[in-house]
C-alpha cells in the first residue's frame, strides 16, 4: 500500500477538519530514539515529539519492558473500582514531585480530560462557575475547556457551559502590554486583574487557568513573577490558580521542573498530560487535597490511571529523574536558542526565536513590519521535512515554527537539526525576497 492510497482512504473516512501537515502527508512506521521512519523509508530527526508528547524518545527498553511486563500479566485494565498498583505507585510520586502539599492526584487520559476535571474540582469548591483565563490560551476541546481557551482558530463551538472572563496573556510582539518593559508588564497586567475582577465578575469567581507558555498559542509566554503578583490578588479573593502543565511540566523548560516555578507560586491545583505517558494516554491532576475532594457525588474515569499507561508512567517519570533529563533540556535547548538567535534571529522576517529549554519557537513576519507571515511558516515546515527534519507550526495566526524535541536530545543532535533549521529559513526566506 502507498502512502497516496492511505492518504485518500483517510480522507474518505475522517473529517476534514482533522488537520495533516505538509503537501504529501507522511505515515510514521517505526522510531528509535530520536528518529522516525515513514513508510517510503525515509529517516527524520523529530524535534516535535508527536506535539510534545513522545517526551523521552521512541522505542526506550525501560518503557517498553515496564508495559511488557503489565501486558504478560493479562490485566491491562480493571477500572479503578479495583486497586490498581502502578496507578497508587504513579499518584505517589507524582504527588511528591508536584510542590503542592498534602496533594491527591486524579489520572485521566488526555490534557483536555485533566483540564475539564480541575474545572470540575475548582466550581465545586468554589460554588461558582465564574472562571478566568488568559488571551491566546488553549485547554482542551470538550466544551468546557473550549469555553476557556482564548484562540478562535481552536474554539469549535460557541456553547459554553462557563462565565468566562478574560486577561492578557503577556504576548511581547503585540497587545496593548507589548509595549512596555517586562516589570511594566506584570504591573500593568495585574491592574488588568484587578480591574476584570470588578467589572466583568459577581466577585465569587472560581479559579484562573494558565499556561506557563502557551502551547498552541505559539510559545508565547508572560514574563517570570507574573503568575506570583496575579496570585497576590486572587488570594485576596479567595480565587483558586490552575497551572496547565500539560505541555511545560516534567522539566521540559530546563530552568525548572514545573512552569509554574519560574514565577516563585505554587497552584492550588496543577493538570499534566502528554509527556508523562511517552505515547500512552494518560494526564491528570495533582492538587490541593480539600480542592480535589470537593466533588459531592461519585466519579471516576474509565480508562484514566489504567494499569498498561501507569506502568508506562512510573517508567518514564523514573527514566527523566535518573538520567536528570530537565539538565539535558537546558544544556540542549541553549544549543538550539543561542544558535537560532545567532544566525536567523537579525533576519527582517524573524521577529522573535522565544521559549525556554526544549520548549522554542520562532515567530516569522512579512519583512520589516509585524504582520503574521503563516506562508512563510509554511514554506520552513516543508523545508525542514526535506532536510530530514519533523517540526511543528502554531500560534495565533499560524506563522510560529514549534520546537519540543524529546528530552532526551544529544548535544550532537540538536546541531544536527540547528543545521537544517537554520538552512530551512534562510533558504526559505531568500526565495520569499526573490519571489
Known amino acids: 500500500m502507498t502512502s497516496d492510497d492511505l492518504l485518500a482512504r483517510h480522507r474518505a473516512v475522517l473529517p476534514s477538519w482533522m488537520p495533516l501537515y505538509y503537501a504529501e502527508p507522511i505515515e510514521l512506521v ?22 510534545l508528547t513522545s517526551m523521552i524518545g521512541y522505542d526506550i527498553p525501560e518503557i517498553r519492558e515496564a508495559v ?11 477500572s479503578t473500582l479495583y486497586l490498581i498498583r502502578q496507578q497508587v505507585e504513579l499518584a505517589e510520586k507524582v504527588a511528591r514531585v508536584s510542590g503542592i502539599p498534602d496533594a491527591r492526584v486524579f489520572f485521566a487520559n488526555s490534557g483536555t480530560e485533566a483540564n475539564e476535571a480541575a474545572l470540575l474540582f475548582a466550581t465545586n469548591h468554589r460554588r461558582s462557575a465564574q472562571i478566568l483565563a488568559v488571551r491566546n490560551s488553549y485547554h482542551g476541546r470538550s466544551y468546557a475547556t473550549m469555553g476557556v481557551t482564548g484562540n478562535r482558530g481552536w474554539s469549535a463551538s460557541a456553547l459554553n457551559p462557563l462565565q468566562v472572563a478574560w486577561l492578557h496573556s503577556g504576548e511581547r510582539l503585540r497587545g496593548l502590554l507589548a509595549r512596555l518593559s517586562e516589570s511594566e508588564r506584570v504591573d500593568a497586567a495585574v491592574e488588568d486583574l484587578r480591574e476584570v475582577l470588578a467589572t466583568q465578575t459577581a466577585g465569587d469567581v472560581a479559579c484562573l487557568i494558565a499556561e506557563p507558555i502557551q502551547g498552541v498559542g505559539g510559545f508565547v509566554h508572560p514574563p517570570d513573577g507574573l503568575f506570583a503578583a496575579w496570585k497576590k490578588v486572587l488570594d485576596e479573593h479567595g480565587i483558586l490558580f490552575v497551572s496547565d502543565e500539560v505541555q511545560t511540566g516534567w522539566g521540559r523548560t530546563g530552568e525548572h521542573f514545573w512552569g ?17 505517558g511517552n505515547g500512552f494516554a494518560l494526564a491528570g491532576v495533582v492538587g490541593r487535597a480539600d480542592v480535589l475532594e470537593s466533588v459531592p457525588a461519585i466519579s471516576f474515569c474509565t480508562f484514566g490511571g489504567n494499569p498498561v499507561s501507569t506502568a508506562a508512567g512510573n517508567a518514564v517519570l523514573d527514566y527523566l529523574l535518573d538520567h536528570d533529563l530537565q539538565a539535558n533540556a537546558a544544556r540542549t535547548g541553549a544549543i538550539l536558542a543561542d544558535g537560532l538567535r545567532a544566525a536567523v534571529g537579525g533576519l527582517d522576517c524573524v521577529a522573535e526565536v522565544r521559549g525556554k529549554g526544549l ?38 495566526y499560524g506563522n510560529v515554527l514549534r520546537m519540543g524535541p524529546p528530552l532526551t536530545l544529544t548535544e550532537d543532535e540538536a546541531r544536527e537539526g540547528l543545521a537544517i533549521l537554520i538552512d530551512a529559513i534562510r533558504s526559505s526566506a531568500a526565495a520569499e525576497v526573490a519571489a
Do not use: N
Request: proline share 5%.
Open 30 to 51: 517505526s522510531g528509535s530514539g530520536r528518529r522516525v521512519t515513514d513508510a517510503q523509508g525515509r529517516s527524520y530527526l523529530d524535534f516535535f515529539g508527536g506535539v
Open 68 to 78: 511488557e511486563r503489565q501486558v504478560r500479566t493479562g490485566i491491562v485494565h480493571s
Open 260 to 276: 509554574y516555578q519560574a514565577h516563585g507560586v505554587t497552584p492550588d491545583l496543577l493538570t499534566f498530560a502528554k509527556g508523562i
Open 359 to 396: 520548549m522554542l519557537g520562532v515567530e516569522f513576519v512579512r519583512p520589516g513590519t509585524a504582520e503574521p507571515d503563516p506562508a512563510l511558516t509554511g514554506r520552513v515546515l516543508e523545508a525542514c521535512k526535506a532536510g530530514g527534519l519533523l517540526v511543528g507550526k502554531g500560534g495565533l
